[in-house]
């Protein structure tokens, strides 16, 4: 049991190591956000990261509780992801005591990297093919739900089949990811429209480190939500039917993709891994970097 419990609490483990050596090692110097939207990070990358590793761990350290149901495991993250955007889309409080003259043009592409555009539209679309494939593949359930996924056993017409990830839960999970795309570029949109504070260099400072935090946000939940699909389509992968015949004995039968099951399961470890980490490195931005003191000057005496 306490193998199972720390096997279940290494990812989680290794994605708050990973977090706080991007932050201390990786991120440029970091402005000084002021206490609300202080708070309203720490908020942003804590919480959902705390509800998704209580998802993972609780049903280990409290077996009474079982599994999450896989709509649960598959929405919950976007709902988090989006929540989560929300709130860093609301802007820091304005400190401007005059009017303050600036020529250059104000755009969304000024403070957002196109790396996370990129990767966000990445991972989406790696979600919508596998989504589909698996959807594809589905069956009806006895409630009438595309959840199942069967292969034939010899040529009698024996059926063995198991769950899958199929259009019953990857449809709703789809319009979650359309909603978090939309709200995504929606907050991105808000950050150029504010007029420019006192000083303009920290306000362009902070408005790139909230750009690059939604995109962290959004990029979080999908890869996320990405780490629950490849997971569900390893179990699938690891079906097995065996029945006997007469020419060739007990036949063993397995799905067409069970040699990526053990790839799918790994890959899905570490997308858990990246989203809890980048979550994670949201809370941590909260945090500025120390004002770097200037030499001190040489005296004349010297």
Partial sequence: MLTILLLASAPIAVAVIVAIGIRLINLPPLP??????SWLTVAA????????????????AIPPLGFFDL???????LLLGIAAVVLLAVPPASRRRGAVAQISRRTVMSFVSPRWIITALAVAA????????????????????F???TISIGTTGTEMGTGIYGWHYSIPALTGIVALLVVTAGAWALIPRPPWSEDPQQDAATRRLRAANIGRAT??????????VLRSLGGTASLLGSTTTTELGAVSVTPPFAALGPTLDW?????????LTMWM?????????????????TTSAS
Avoid: E
């Fill in 45 to 60: 990358g804590a919480v959902p990261a705390v509800a998704i590793a209580a998802l993972v761990w609780l049903p280990f």
């Fill in 71 to 77: 709509d649960v495991r598959a929405t919950a993250p």
């Fill in 219 to 228: 990029c979080g939940a999908l890869l996320i939500h990405l780490s629950v």
């Fill in 281 to 297: 490195v949201i809370a941590l931005t909260a945090i500025p970097s120390p004002v770097r003191q200037p030499a001190a000057a």
């Fill in 147 to 149: 959840t199942t996924y």
């Fill in 126 to 145: 790696i979600i919508t093919i596998l989504s589909v494939a698996a959807g594809n593949a589905s069956k009806l359930d006895d409630q009438g739900h």
């Fill in 32 to 37: 000084r956000l002021g206490a609300p939207a």
């Fill in 267 to 275: 890959c899905g470890v570490l997308a858990l891994v990246a989203g």
